[in-house]
Each structure stands twice: as C-alpha cells, then as structure tokens.
C-alpha cells in the first residue's frame, strides 16, 4: 500500500501561519525510521508515511502534535497515576491531557485514545491516516 500525504500537506499550507512557530514540524531521517521501525514492527505505514513525509510536530497551531517516537504511560511518569495494559504506545497528544496511540496486541493498525478524566483507552476504529485527517479538521471537501 503506497500512501502519500500530498492533500494534507496543501491543507496545511492553506490554513496554517507560516511564520507561526507552533506550525514547525520536522521530517525524520531514514535512521530514525529504522529505529521506530525496530522497535515497533507492527507499526502502522500510515503513522511511518506520515513522518517521512508531514514529519513530526504541532499542527493548526497547536491543535494536536505528533512525536517522532511511540512512548507509554511509563515513559512519561503516569505509570503511577493510571493502570493500562501493555503493548499500548502513543504517537500523539491533543494538549489537553488525551494521548493517542496504537494498541498493538490487537494488530488492526486503528488508533486508540487515552482519555485521562477517566483513565481509559477508547477504540476509535480508525486507521492513521483517517484519523489525523479528523485531528486536522479536513472534511470531505478538503476545507477546514
């Protein structure tokens, strides 16, 4: 399956500041790459396609980064405040405290959501790809 970004990467164009340093995102190498891959070889090529070719980073000015690595509840201190399973990793978070990320002990390449009022995983049923669509808020149309 052969994904690019190209309409997404002209929507961001069209509705982000250039000059708002909040927009700067930053391609991964082909080393950096490998390591996720590495690491994580069930990773979906959505999420893979996306940092080769958005990169990693804040979009819409903050409306939701994506980072240049998958890391856990543990990983960022949280292990102690929240219990989840394992084999669960995020990609990215909304600024509002919620991590987004994939479960990989179910290997269907959706995305899951960590909601942390109520400290649970939420199955979106949406591959990558689809659902930084929707972080972005691109309809149909490709407007915002």
Known sequence: MSLNYNLETQFL???EDPNNITNKRE???DDQIKDILEKHPKIPKDYIAYLQEIGSGNF???KFKVHPFLFDLEDIGLEDHYELKSNVYFFG???CGDFSGFDFDNN???VVE???ESGELYYTNQSFHTY???QMQIDEDENS
């Open 13 to 15: 164009k069209k509705v």
């Open 27 to 29: 391609i991964l190498t």
């Open 60 to 62: 819409r000015e903050c």
């Open 93 to 95: 978070d909304n600024y």
């Open 108 to 110: 269907d390449g959706n």
């Open 114 to 116: 960590f909601w942390h």
């Open 132 to 134: 930084i669509r929707e």
